[in-house]
Nanobody, 112 residues
Framework: QVQLVESGGGLVQAGGSLRLSCAAS????????MGWYRQAPGKQRELVAA???????DYADSVKDRFTVSRNNAKNTVYLQMNSLKPEDTAVYYC??????WGQGTQVTVSS
């Protein structure tokens, strides 16, 4: 079972940027789709970005044109570059692929 470890979160002012990383304990080369999710207090977990094995990407409307997902199969790592952050982006961010357990997530807090 592949284990996932998210990192890169922190406290940032509105308009700032963060880059999240998701390191997998095993190969993600054969994993067709990897996704980044987030869960804000009192809200359901939502998918914000996904990337397939061919590099195709998809984004939630709320983050489109601000977030960029990428993957490095050689390093078994998925990234989420977050720019122009807003207070409503505050959440715990997770990455996940099919049949994988959730990691511990990384907290992102955006102050106004």
């Amino acid at each position: 079972q592949v284990q996932l470890v998210e990192s890169g979160g922190g406290l940032v002012q509105a308009g700032g940027s963060l880059r999240l990383s998701c390191a997998a304990s095993g190969s993600i080369f054969s994993i067709n789709v990897m996704g980044w999710y987030r869960q804000a207090p009192g809200k359901q977990r939502e998918l914000v970005a996904a990337i397939n094995s061919g590099g195709g990407t998809d984004y939630a409307d709320s983050v489109k044109d601000r977030f960029t997902v990428s993957r490095n199969n050689a390093k078994n790592t998925v990234y989420l570059q977050m720019n122009s952050l807003k207070p409503e982006d505050t959440a715990v961010y997770y990455c996940k692929g099919p049949m994988m357990d959730w990691g511990q997530g990384t907290q992102v807090t955006v102050s106004s």
